[in-house]
């Protein structure tokens, strides 16, 4: 098995509306990712604008099938902070 973890910081304020767009999300990874055996997210006690991702694939095959289903393009992502090119 493959485990990770992702530290996310949102945009501030943005909270409720992240972690429904991350339900949304949780159940197509779950529903069309049968190599995934967890998808949660938390979220700190330090701040409310902080998350961490938790997720388990079964092989690197499965990983990158995650990875190729485009879901993070998507959904969730809309509230992670933009960077600007410097």
Known sequence: MIGMTV????????GDAF???FAVQAVAVRAKEPGNRLYALFRSKASADAYTLVKIYDDEAALEAHRAAGLNAKGPCQYLPTRSAS
């Open 7 to 14: 530290d996310l910081t949102i945009t501030p304020g943005s």
């Open 19 to 21: 972690e429904r767009a």
